[in-house]
């Protein structure tokens, strides 16, 4: 699952627990004295939010394997100062509590709590094996690796050295404390205490508590909406198989790039039209989808956390609309979701069973408005979507739209979806044909594309 719009007292969500891992010893200078700076002591534990609880629940019951694992790679070219660096992962994890944090029973209820130390450490020489297949080796065992749900940590460092002036910091945690936003403040954060700098102080806030407000106010008015839309999606044919799958297992992943543009849309309106008509000409009349919708409040803008919501999208492409029609009338409905996006579908419809996807097919979609941050010296670059080796239902579109354009991640379950270069292929084409000419009628674009 993945995010968001929408910030003072130092320490981020009020919940704390231990320091984070040891720095090196003999640290100097800037990295002794963030260090010194940021060390802090909290206490407390606060509620946790409905996707929190969600997701936990998800966790005891079914098995999610690394679904939930949300890498992120840093690579660092030129004269790292390493103590500087581990130092700044220290000061990251004591600004954000979350990253400490773990969900536990107490009283009878799920709190978040402090959990164990996160590890900051500098990987001991370089990767095993040869060049580049040495470093994938290193990456994936350290993505795989299980975490400890009930003790944590939820998150770890790792920093290897690849070769001659060359680093690759690896940086894992668990959904349950944080979702894609999180990904660009961890790195702006982290880039501004290497350089020396001092992020301004964050606000304690307890979101689930709020949220409990928010969605409690939203109720009534989020079941009458959902009653009349929401069934059992069933199964969603694609290329002749039924998708049914629901669950996590292990994944494989294909990768895309497209410049979704339609004027009167967003690209993601435009990306999520296209998905919908691709289903609907692989023989669904209905085409039902989970989105991925961001519940952070404008309090919570520089907070590392879980602010998201899996939901619903349906419709029924007509093959007379055009693909403008049919994007509008999906924008509309689009809309109408936003209302409540706050408030989980588990609660407007509480008969909803734990499954690791809401439906078969899902996207989640992010908008990176700014280039890499800017590590003072080195030459650095980000992985924004690092492959966890899992996906959650059949088949799930992880976007991100940034400076250099738009990625899909199309991670998808290999029993199930068997051609998913196909898939790929046929949603690149679509969008091609769409945004080309936006006018045409949806059989027309889809005999062009599956004839």
């Not at 999606?233 to 694609?238: A, D, K, N």
């Not at 939901?311 to 007509?318: G, I, N, R």
């Amino acid at each position: 699952m993945t995010g968001g719009t929408p910030a003072p007292r130092e320490g981020g969500a009020a919940f704390t627990g231990q320091g984070a891992g040891e720095v090196p010893a003999g640290e100097t200078g800037v990295a002794a004295s963030l260090r010194h700076e940021v060390t802090l002591t909290r206490r407390g534990t606060h509620e946790v939010t409905f996707t929190q609880q969600g997701m936990w629940v998800t966790e005891q019951a079914v098995k999610v394997g690394t679904a939930y694992h949300m890498p992120l790679l840093v690579h660092l070219h030129g004269a790292l100062d390493t103590g500087a660096l581990l130092a700044a992962c220290a000061a990251v994890v004591d600004r954000h509590p979350m990253l400490r944090g773990v969900v536990a029973e107490v009283d009878d209820e799920l709190r978040l709590v402090p959990g164990a130390e996160i590890p900051v450490r500098r990987a001991p020489g370089s990767p095993d094996g040869e060049g580049a297949a040495g470093v994938d080796a290193a990456v994936r065992e350290e993505i795989l690796r299980a975490f400890d749900l009930e003790h944590g940590p939820l998150a770890r460092f790792a920093l290897f050295e690849t070769g001659p002036g060359r680093h690759l910091l690896v940086f894992v945690a668990h959904h349950l404390i944080f979702d894609g936003q999180s990904k660009d403040i961890l790195v702006r954060d982290l880039a501004a205490f290497y350089n020396g700098e001092r992020p301004s102080p964050l606000p304690e806030i307890d979101h689930g508590r709020s949220e409990r407000d928010r969605v409690a106010a939203m109720l009534p008015a989020a079941k009458e909406f959902w009653a009349p839309r929401w069934r059992d999606p069933g199964e969603t044919v694609l290329l002749g198989r039924a998708l049914r799958s629901r669950r996590a297992g292990e994944g494989r992943v294909l990768r895309l790039t497209a410049d979704p543009s339609v004027p009167g849309l967003t690209r993601f309106e435009v990306l999520l039209a296209a998905l919908h008509v691709l289903l609907s000409g692989y023989g669904n009349a209905e085409v039902t989808t989970a989105v991925d919708l961001s519940t952070r409040p404008a309090e919570a803008a520089d907070h590392i956390g879980l602010f998201v919501n899996e939901l619903p999208v349906a419709s029924t492409p007509s093959p007379e609309a055009t693909f403008r029609e049919f994007a509008t009338g999906l924008r509309a409905e689009l809309r109408q979701v936003y209302r409540f996006r706050q408030v989980p579908l588990t609660r407007a419809m509480p008969r909803i069973r734990p499954h690791a996807a809401l439906v078969p097919v899902s996207v989640s979609y992010r908008t990176r408005h700014e280039a890499d941050p800017v590590f003072t010296g080195l030459d650095a670059s980000v992985e924004w979507t690092v492959f966890n080796h899992a996906v959650r239902g059949a088949l799930h579109l992880q976007c991100v739209d940034g400076p250099g354009g738009l990625t899909v991640s199309l991670r998808h379950d290999p029993e199930a979806v068997p051609e998913a270069p196909r898939v790929a292929d046929d949603l690149r084409l679509l969008l091609e044909r769409a945004t080309h000419d936006p006018d045409l009628p949806l059989k027309e674009i889809l005999n062009q594309i599956l004839e």
